[in-house]
Each structure stands twice: as structure tokens, then as C-alpha cells.
């Protein structure tokens, strides 16, 4: 994986994002618009270009400048951009005293898929467990907070949003890959043994597909002390579970896992506090 060195802000070629942009601009759906703030912080959809340019600015910033992971493509750009973008929505958080955009998803509903390129994780995951609730599902995907707003405010309206978009399309289930950043097959063996007991139930869970088959490993003494990533122990926190074995992500180097959340099935005080949902 190349890194940029002695540049983390160099700037993106705008060259390159034009016909991307105007792809995304032209194929996105129709997303609410969720009059949502907290603090500084302003949630909204990115409807135009400096919209969407500053989200896969982001993304590259985050996924290949910080985690060194990400797509190769990427650093001729400046921008972390591919395919599915176009047929997906992009939540969006402002700080609003600099305009500048600090946090950024990517989601599309299960029927969208459906009608365009498929599901992102359905690259390495088999989703054929999750055809019977296409119509009620959510994938997320390409999360990224700016290292200096990694905060719960921050967080929580970006999980607000998501919780509106689901709502709206009356959703009960979101979807997505939740990555370790490290191609170490004992560390994700661990970590996924550590998390065996939040596995979804049988008729939820998946494998990977074979090109990203993963062996996992007897356990070790280090096992116990596996942390999972940030996010994922967030995800779990308000009730998310893991659907299966990791995949190895070679593109990205990553360890990935198909984590899932009922809507329905996450605390009261949950779905209060972190998703806004009050019943």
C-alpha cells in the first residue's frame, strides 16, 4: 500500500472528480432531509458537488492517509470514490462555525440494490440469507469521522440520520462491514472468537465468499485481550450483531466483519439516546 509522505493535505485533482460527482448527483436517490443538529453540528444529505466532494475527501483523508488503508485509485485523485457511490445516499455532518463536512455514511436500502450494482459487502459476503428481508433492509457503509470531531455528538447525529433514513423507509435492519485494520490472521481469529457470543441468530448469519475466505486460528493466550475496533464496539453496544467467520479484505487490508442491527430489537434506552427513536 503506497502512502503519501510529507503531504497529508495534498490536494485532490478536480480533474478526476467531475465525472464522478455528476454520476452520483445524477443516479442518487431521493433522500429526506433531516433537519438535525447538536452543537456546532449540523446532519443533512449531500445534494451538490462541493457536497459530495468534501464526503469522498473525507473518506480519502480517513480510510488511506490515517488507516493506510483504502483504494490505490485513490491517490491519484485525492478522493475515495468507486462504483456503488452512485447509487447510493450520503448522510453528511457540518461543523458549522468552519462548513466544513467532519463526518460522513453511505446508505442505500435493500430495493435500491437490488435495482443497481447489489450490496457492497455482498463482494465478500454471501447475502442470500438476506434476500427474505431485502425490503426492510439498510447497508451502511464508508463511515468516517475527521480525527479532530471524533466525538459522541458527532457520532450520535450521524446515527440519528441513519435511524430517519431507516424509518422513512420503513427499514428495521442495517447492514454493513465493520473492519479491522490488519491482514494478522491470529488477530482476527481472536477478536472473532472474543465476539462469538454476539452472534446473530443462525437464520441471519452468512460466510464470506471464497476469494475472501478466512481460517480461523486455535485460540491463544493473547485471545482474551483482543479489543474489537471502535466502531464495532459501538455498533454492539446498542445491541449490533456479527453475521459469521471475517472476511479478508486484500484491497483494503482489512479484517471485515457482516454486522447487523435489528431496529427492533436494540434497549428503549438505546434507541432514545443514540438513535433519537422514542415510542
Known amino acids: 500500500m503506497r502512502i503519501l ?10 480533474e478526476h472528480s467531475i465525472g464522478v460527482v455528476g454520476d452520483v448527483l445524477r443516479e442518487r436517490s431521493s433522500a429526506s432531509k433531516p433537519a438535525l443538529a ?6 443533512r444529505f449531500a445534494e451538490s458537488r462541493e457536497d459530495l466532494e468534501a464526503a469522498f475527501r473525507l473518506r480519502f483523508l480517513v480510510f488511506n492517509l490515517e488507516l493506510n488503508e483504502g483504494l490505490e485509485s485513490a491517490y491519484e ?10 447509487a447510493c445516499d450520503h448522510l453528511i455532518v ?36 438476506y434476500e427474505p428481508i ?25 446515527w440519528r ?28 481469529s481472536d477478536m472473532y472468537t472474543r465476539l462469538l457470543e454476539f452472534l446473530a441468530e443462525p437464520q441471519l448469519r452468512t460466510v464470506p465468499r471464497a476469494h ?8 491463544t493466550p493473547h485471545t482474551s485481550f483482543a479489543r474489537p475496533p471502535k466502531l464495532l464496539r459501538a455498533y454492539l453496544s446498542i445491541g449490533a450483531k456479527i ?27 438505546a434507541r432514545a439516546r443514540f438513535l433519537g427513536i422514542m415510542d
Open 5 to 14: 509522505q510529507d503531504q497529508p493535505d495534498a490536494a485532490p485533482n478536480p
Open 38 to 43: 447538536r452543537g456546532p453540528y449540523q446532519l
Open 77 to 86: 485523485t485525492g478522493y475515495d470514490t468507486d462504483e456503488f457511490d452512485k
Open 94 to 129: 457540518e461543523h458549522r462555525p468552519s462548513r466544513q463536512v467532519v463526518g460522513t455514511y453511505r446508505l442505500q436500502t435493500g430495493r435500491v440494490a437490488g435495482s443497481n450494482l447489489g450490496y457492497y459487502s455482498a463482494r465478500e459476503f454471501d447475502f442470500s440469507p
Open 134 to 158: 431485502r425490503n426492510s433492509l439498510v447497508e451502511l457503509g464508508r463511515a468516517s469521522i475527521h480525527r479532530d470531531h471524533r466525538s459522541f455528538e458527532v457520532l450520535t447525529l450521524l
Open 161 to 188: 440520520g441513519i435511524a430517519v433514513y431507516a424509518t422513512e423507509r420503513k427499514a428495521r435492519y442495517l447492514i454493513g462491514c465493520s473492519s479491522l485494520t490488519s491482514q494478522c490472521l491470529q488477530e482476527g
Open 212 to 219: 475472501f475466505s478466512f481460517p480461523i486460528l486455535a485460540p
Open 243 to 269: 453475521c459469521g467467520p471475517p472476511a479478508l479484505d486484500r484491497e483494503f487490508e482489512t479484517i471485515d466483519l457482516l454486522t447487523l442491527l435489528d431496529l427492533e430489537q436494540i434497549s428503549l434506552t
